[in-house]
């Protein structure tokens, strides 16, 4: 089971995106168990948020994690931006 990553700003157990395009993808995320900052540089994300290698933390932390709400960037450019639901 991976360890699940919320949106946030990559403190403690949250992930940050920092650019998703289709040839490179970098996100930040803060390791679950102590916080420390890490940067993934071309890691492979699944469509469902699976990252792929596992993240490695000196604090031990040696897991999967999956980043939830992660949205394919392939499937979903963003032509609509979220996070906006009033209606006109
Ligand atoms: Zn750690």
């Known amino acids: 089971m991976p360890t699940d990553l919320q ?3 990559a403190t403690k157990g ?8 289709d ?12 916080g420390k900052f890490h940067r993934l ?3 492979t994300i699944s469509p469902d948020g699976d990252v792929r290698p596992v993240v ?7 897991d999967y994690v999956k980043l939830v709400g992660w949205q394919n960037p392939k499937a979903g ?11 006109g």
């Open 56 to 62: 490695l933390c000196e604090c031990g932390f040696n």
């Open 14 to 21: 949250t992930y940050r995106t920092i650019n998703t395009t």
């Open 77 to 87: 450019y963003p032509s609509a931006r979220r996070g906006n639901p009033q209606s």
């Open 7 to 9: 949106p946030g700003d």
């Open 41 to 43: 540089t071309e890691a």
């Open 23 to 34: 040839i490179q993808r970098t996100v930040d995320i803060g390791c679950p168990n102590c």
